[in-house]
């Protein structure tokens, strides 16, 4: 059996076993190093070669996140951990105990992110690592569970192996990720004052909900992390779509996060009488709009890329059934790595857009209304991180996210990585969301291989 071979079933019987022995560890410090372990040295640090052969507890790994399953357990078998409610400070609670039992000082920001720190050997600027705890309501137990508990896990695992960093560790658990990015917005500076007013799902709004954890939301503004001040950001999680899974592969080298911009859409036709307007006379704007949804679907599936594109919205007016339609309105959403591609299929879109018009004598307009900036991740850590995961014989593609991240705000002030593991079928948001505890295992594997990667070669 070669290695590659052995690494899949150790992590098959990982998989298998769900709660078993750390599998995945043993096989692969045994490929790797051979038996013994190598002598602890003369500061009681680990040599260089015995840090870069470290491994997670699997099973440890597996364990938390059943522990954490219990804070807002639903009888689905998901979770709902709105931010801000009990469940989501139970959690909190839970965690920073973790943390502080691996030698790390746990406190609350002024945002009420929940942040955990250990002092490096060096002076240099901190290594942070992190995701979030709080779910959808009716969620799963892996979206922001994996990443926070594989974070916890990797902080463990240097822990007991005695390994202290050159950089100080950070690890931050995100606050209000799932409605509004608040906790990570507001260390690049991001939120807004009108935001402490919204209302969340757990009852009370942001600003209070920020209050209820320790934080203090008229300093929002102090919580800002200026650029250059952290070393690199790394971020573990689960895919939430189905492209790893269905390719068989384990990581995902995260490329970034896409960037997104919207059009408002106006059709404008005649409206008239639908049984007294002969077909050839008709100028209708809701064919036209038919015309440009298909048109829409077809210029992304032409175009070379990853992009996607999507009218999720339409209304047609006056919206009865024996008037001609005279006006349509709907909704265009383009998503990319980089916003020039975007612009580059709404191009081809708009040219379609305009033949259609002429073709059926309607006008049709786009107007902007919304832009997301893609977040790409540094191109050096997705080395880092292929690198890691080559190590230990797992398969890994580079992929953008489609999906935002707290990663995303993070990357206006540090360098960022984020590495995902698959979504069984591709499910989130949902209690059928389910990640298997092998690939959970080797995410976690390769956020530990890619941060012994960052200490040793950046500063
Ligand atoms: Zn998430």
Do not use: C
């Amino acid at each position: 059996m070669n290695r590659r071979t052995f690494a899949r079933r150790a992590l098959a019987a990982l998989g298998a076993l769900q709660l078993g022995r750390p599998v995945v560890a043993q096989a692969a410090r045994g490929t790797a190093s051979g038996l013994v372990p190598a002598p602890a040295g003369p500061l009681g640090e680990l040599p260089e070669l015995a840090a870069q052969d470290l491994r997670v507890d699997g099973e440890r790994l597996i364990r938390t996140l059943e522990a954490l399953h219990a804070f807002g357990r639903t009888p689905e078998g998901g979770i709902s951990r709105v931010a801000f409610s009990d469940a989501d400070r139970q959690a909190r609670a839970y965690v920073a105990g973790l943390l502080e039992e691996a030698g790390f000082e746990s406190h609350v920001d002024l945002a009420s992110n929940l942040v955990a720190s250990k002092a490096g050997s060096e002076d240099l600027n901190p290594l942070m690592m992190g995701s979030h705890l709080d779910s959808v309501p009716e969620g799963g137990n892996f979206d922001g569970q994996v990443g926070s508990m594989g974070a916890v896990e990797v902080v463990r695992t240097l822990a007991d192996a005695g390994h202290t960093t050159r950089h100080p560790l950070e690890v931050v658990f995100f606050v209000n990720e799932e409605a509004g990015k608040t906790g990570s917005r507001a260390l690049s500076g991001e939120v807004e004052r009108f935001e402490l007013a919204l209302m969340t799902p757990s009852g009370l709004t942001i600003g209070e909900g920020i209050r209820a954890n320790g934080g203090d939301p008229d300093r929002l503004s102090e919580a800002r992390i200026e650029a250059g001040r952290v070393a690199a950001f790394l971020e573990l999680h689960v895919e939430q779509g189905g492209v790893l899974d269905r390719g068989g592969i384990d990581i995902g080298v995260v490329e970034g996060i896409v960037g997104i911009r919207r059009w408002e859409i106006t059709v404008e036709g005649f409206a008239n009488h639908a049984g007294t307007t002969p077909m050839p006379d008709r100028r209708d704007a809701l064919v036209a709009a038919a015309r440009l949804v298909d048109a829409v679907n077809r210029v992304a599936l032409e175009m070379e890329g990853t992009h996607v594109a999507t009218v999720g919205r339409i209304q047609a007016e006056p919206g009865a059934p024996n008037v001609i339609p005279g006006r349509v309105t709907a909704s265009l959403e383009i998503r990319d790595l980089a916003m020039e591609k975007i612009d580059r299929v709404f191009e081809a879109i708009s040219a379609r857009a305009d033949d259609i018009a002429a073709d059926l004598g309607v006008t049709i307009g786009f107007e902007p209304f919304y832009l997301s900036r893609a977040a790409p991740t540094d191109p050096r850590i997705r080395d880092m991180v292929a690198a890691a995961a080559a190590d230990l014989e797992l398969d890994a593609l580079r992929m953008p996210s489609g999906a935002g991240h707290d990663a995303q705000s993070i990357a206006q002030f540090a360098p960022i990585g984020m590495i995902f593991v698959p979504s069984v079928d591709g499910i989130s948001h949902s209690p059928r969301e389910y990640s298997r505890p092998g690939q959970i295992a080797a995410g976690a594997d390769v956020l530990l291989g890619t941060l012994l990667r960052l200490d040793r070669e950046w500063d």
